[in-house]
T-cell receptor
C-alpha cells in the first residue's frame, strides 16, 4: 500500500542554520503531497502542498519540490528560527477519492538560540 | 473564519466506559475526518464522513464509531475503552470528496485510566 518515509529525528539545529527534512513516498499514481507541522500541544497545521510533479510548495520560508523521478518531497528552509521548533509530518493523499492522508512518522525539529 | 473546532479539549475516562468527542468543520466543508495520534504509533486514519455517510474507515475495531449530522458536524464514539485508546484524536475537514486540502483541528486528548 501507499506509504511515506521520513528521516528520523530529532533534528537539532542552531538558529539561522539550513534545514532539510527528507521525505520519500511509495504510491500508485501521482498523489498530492503535503507537509504538516505540529507545534507543542497543538493540532496539525498545513504548511505546504504540491499537487503534481515538479510543483514547488512554499510557505513561511519553507519549500518542498515534488520529485516524481526520486519519489521525494524534501522540506527545506534556508534559515531556521527557534519558533520553528515543532514536529513535521510528510503526507500523501490516497484512497478512491484522494481524501485519506497517509502520514510519515514525523520528525522532531529543535532549534537552539 | 473559524477553523475546525473540537470538544472537549481533554477527557479522562475509566477503562470500559464510553467516550464521545465532537467536531465542527470549517464553514462550507462537507467532509469530516477523524485521526488518532497515539504515542509511538503516529497518525492513523480512523474515519471519513461525507454528506452524512461513512465513506471510509481505517483499521480500527467496530467499537470506534461515529456519525455526521445534517449541519456536517460530527462525533466520534469509542466504546468499551481500553488503556491503549489513550491518544490525541484529531478531527479534520475539507470542502468535498475530491482531493481538496484537509484542515485539522487542535485535537481532543483522551486519557483512559
Amino acid at each position: 500500500g501507499d506509504s511515506v518515509t521520513q528521516m528520523e529525528g530529532p533534528v537539532t539545529l542552531s538558529e539561522e542554520a539550513f534545514l532539510t527534512i527528507n521525505c520519500t513516498y511509495t504510491a500508485t499514481g501521482y498523489p498530492s503531497l503535503f507537509w504538516y507541522v505540529q507545534y507543542p500541544g497543538e493540532g496539525l497545521q498545513l504548511l505546504l502542498k504540491a499537487t503534481k510533479a515538479d510543483d514547488k510548495g512554499s510557505n513561511k520560508g519553507f519549500e518542498a519540490t515534488y520529485r516524481k523521478e526520486t519519489t521525494s518531497f524534501h522540506l527545506e528552509k534556508g534559515s531556521v528560527q527557534v519558533s520553528d521548533s515543532a514536529v513535521y509530518f510528510c503526507a500523501l493523499e490516497t484512497g478512491e477519492y484522494g481524501n485519506k492522508l497517509v502520514f510519515g512518522a514525523g520528525t522532531i525539529l529543535r532549534v537552539k538560540s | 473564519e473559524a477553523g475546525v473546532t473540537q470538544s472537549p479539549t481533554h477527557l479522562i475516562k475509566t477503562r470500559g466506559q464510553q467516550a464521545t468527542l465532537r467536531c465542527s468543520p470549517i464553514s462550507g466543508h462537507t467532509s469530516v475526518y477523524w485521526y488518532q495520534q497515539a504515542l509511538g504509533l503516529g497518525l492513523q486514519f480512523l474515519l471519513w464522513y461525507d454528506e452524512g455517510e461513512e465513506r471510509n474507515r481505517g483499521n480500527f475495531p467496530p467499537r470506534f464509531s461515529g456519525r455526521q449530522f445534517p449541519n456536517y458536524s460530527s462525533e466520534l464514539n469509542v466504546n468499551a475503552l481500553e488503556l491503549e485508546d489513550s491518544a490525541l484524536y484529531l478531527c479534520a475537514s475539507s470542502l468535498a470528496r475530491y482531493g481538496n486540502t484537509i484542515y485539522f483541528g487542535e485535537g481532543s486528548w483522551l486519557t483512559v485510566v
